[in-house]
């Protein structure tokens, strides 16, 4: 299997939809309608047609009124593409490059770090000479929002790098130590959303990625949720499950349900405890199966 040339229809394809979706919701004001269109894509793509639309409503939304009304109402009825819907949200954000930390505080605690992720994902390919290159931050990135950011610079990484798992750990390692644990996170997530790996370069990645090989499963088992929330789980999330995390996809999303910290005294950590308990629990089980 020729993967980086599988991956690289992937992405292709995964822009064509994205963009199609984005100038779709930009000219389709009746919200049912657009649904119902968004719906008519091909099922495994189906999230990533949402997340374009919402980019679309939200840039709508921000560059007429500076408020979100039209992308609630819209995000409201794509409940089961929320991670993407959020994504979307965080492209329009990155575009318009607006401080950002107001309106996080209007959505849920965890979601909004998605749009953190998104943020970075668009300066990862847009912005690659300033936020890659150069490793500038916008100034409205405060340090709390950083890791989910940076999630997104690994999954822009991913996109960029189409499968040569040497040229992710290049550019990964020009980081500074303290930014890379969050984009192996995000190569994670990307690889096992996208998919078009093999076996192989799977088991490669890990390797690669040496002892940030916990970030790589953990990003899988962000992905398994995202699909089985979207009723979408691929033979692809199932593989690196298998590989990356040693169970089903449907368990990897358990998990990451059962992981979800009990309270949110301190919202700007949430995340960062929300991963960090997924990593225990993936570690423990590791250590009863050698066992």
């Excluded at 980086?4 to 064509?16: D, F, N, Q, T, Y």
């Excluded at 954000?93 to 965890?110: F, R």
């Excluded at 692809?236 to 089903?248: G, P, Q, T």
């Amino acid at each position: 299997m020729d993967c980086e040339k599988e991956i690289s229809l992937r992405v292709e394809k995964i822009k064509g939809i994205f963009q199609s979706a984005k100038e779709l919701a930009s000219t389709e004001k009746d919200l049912t309608i657009l649904i119902k269109q968004l719906d008519t894509t091909e099922h495994e793509y189906c999230s990533i047609a949402y997340e374009g639309a919402s980019m679309g409503i939200a840039l709508n939304d921000l560059e007429k009124h500076d408020t979100l009304s039209d992308w609630r109402l819209f995000n409201d009825k794509a409940g089961m593409h929320a991670a993407q819907t959020h994504a979307g949200l965080g492209w329009a954000i990155a575009q318009l490059n607006k401080p950002v930390s107001t309106l996080l505080k209007t959505l849920s605690p965890l979601l909004r770090f998605r749009v953190l992720d998104g943020w970075g994902y668009y300066d990862g390919i847009f912005r690659q000479r300033t936020s890659i290159k150069a490793q500038k931050i916008s100034e409205n990135i405060e340090a709390w929002m950083l890791s989910a950011y940076d999630q997104g610079i690994g999954r822009s990484i991913w996109y960029a790098c189409k499968g040569d798992v040497n040229k992710v750990q290049e550019m990964i390692s020009a980081f500074p130590m303290e930014r890379r644990q969050s984009m192996w996170v995000g190569i994670g997530v990307a690889c096992s959303y996208v998919g078009g790996c093999d076996e192989n370069l799977l088991r490669s990645l890990p390797v690669v990625a040496g002892h940030y090989q916990d970030q790589l499963a953990i990003g899988t088992v962000l992905a398994a949720r995202a699909r089985a929330q979207a009723h979408d789980i691929t033979d692809d999330v199932e593989l690196a499950c298998h590989i990356w995390c040693h169970r089903s996809a449907k368990e990897a999303m358990l998990l990451s349900v059962k992981a979800e910290p009990a309270s949110y005294e301190n919202v700007n950590d949430c995340y960062a405890l929300w991963l960090s308990q997924i990593q225990q629990a993936l570690t423990s089980t590791e250590n009863i199966n050698k066992l």
